[in-house]
Every structure is written in structure tokens, then in C-alpha cells.
């Protein structure tokens, strides 16, 4: 069955880290794309940082410094490594290939308490 399952999810005070993880059941390679999405309470989901390929990134303004994106693509999983978290980053979060989408996971729900 095709699926992504993020994980790695918390509640968590403001100024802390946590890191997202996303393993795709299909095979990646470094010519897949990873993107991760936010979808804040009574929000559309919003693209907030993409790896095209093993050798860029590219980040929303609203996480840039902030957040990483990384890959391992022998476990085919990506990894968001999100620091000084802030309330706003409150939010389900999930991730999807850029050039092939699967179905949608469940997500992993991050919450950040002031």
C-alpha cells in the first residue's frame, strides 16, 4: 500500500526543538523531491520548506533559519528539524515527494504552548 507516515510530533514550550520524521512505503532516490507542509488550526496546508533534490533546500519565510530539511534516502524519509519553535509553528504538519504526491498521511501535530 502507498502511504507516507510523519511522526515525531509533541507538545512543547516556545523555544524548544523537535524533529519530524516522514518515510515514504515507495523507493526514493536523489532525483525525488521532499516537501513538508503546515496546516495551522482553521488554515489551508502551506508549503514551508521543500528539498528538490539531495543538493537544495528551500524554506518559507516564516521558518527560514529555523527549520532544517534533510533526507535519508536508503530509509526513503525525510526529516524536519524545526528550532525555536514559536506558537504560530503550532499545527498538524506533513510531508509529500514534489513530483510524484502520494496520499496524504495522517500527520503529525506539533503544538507550541507560549
Known amino acids: 500500500q502507498v502511504q507516507l507516515v510523519e511522526s515525531g510530533g509533541g507538545v512543547v514550550q516556545a523555544g524548544s526543538s523537535l524533529r519530524l520524521s516522514c518515510t515514504s512505503s515507495?523507493?526514493?532516490?536523489?532525483?525525488?523531491?521532499w516537501a513538508w507542509y503546515r496546516q495551522a488550526p482553521g488554515s489551508q496546508r502551506v508549503l514551508i520548506a521543500t528539498s528538490p533534490n539531495d543538493e537544495i533546500t528551500r524554506y518559507a519565510d516564516a521558518v527560514k533559519g529555523r527549520f532544517t530539511i534533510s533526507r535519508d534516502n536508503a530509509l526513503n524519509t525525510v526529516y524536519l528539524q524545526m528550532n525555536n519553535l514559536k506558537p504560530e509553528d503550532t499545527g498538524v504538519y506533513f510531508c509529500?515527494?514534489?513530483?510524484?504526491?502520494?496520499?496524504w498521511g495522517q500527520g503529525t501535530q506539533v503544538t507550541v504552548s507560549s
Open positions: 515507495e523507493r526514493i532516490d536523489s532525483r525525488d523531491g
Open positions: 509529500n515527494l514534489l513530483y510524484r504526491p502520494m496520499p
